[in-house]
């Protein structure tokens, strides 16, 4: 089954995943788990990190629109 999007619907969605990402990384309890001792990942990556990726790709995505439509 494929799933179909609109780009208007993808550009949502992952702003939506930003705007929740935001929500998570401003929670005390999420900020005292990350400055842990305890708190690794494989490659040092943060929720910073992935709402930094979500936002280059909104803004390709834009990048894209725009081209298309000139």
Same mark, same amino acid.
């Given at each position: 089954?494929?799933?179909?999007? =609109?780009? @208007?619907?993808?550009? =949502?969605? /992952?702003?939506?995943c930003q705007y929740t990402l935001r929500l998570v990384g401003s929670s005390k309890d999420?900020?005292?788990?990350?400055? @842990?001792?305890? !708190? @690794? =990942?494989?490659?040092?990556?943060? /929720?910073? &990190? #992935? !709402?930094?990726?979500?936002?280059?790709?909104?803004? #390709?995505? &834009?990048?894209?629109?725009?081209? =298309?439509?000139?």
């Amino acid at each position: 089954m494929e799933i179909r999007l =609109t780009t @208007s619907e993808i550009r =949502t969605i /992952l702003q939506g995943c930003q705007y929740t990402l935001r929500l998570v990384g401003s929670s005390k309890d999420y900020r005292r788990l990350q400055s @842990s001792e305890y !708190f @690794s =990942t494989s490659n040092n990556v943060v /929720l910073n &990190d #992935a !709402f930094n990726v979500l936002e280059e790709i909104v803004e #390709a995505i &834009d990048g894209v629109q725009q081209a =298309t439509q000139q």
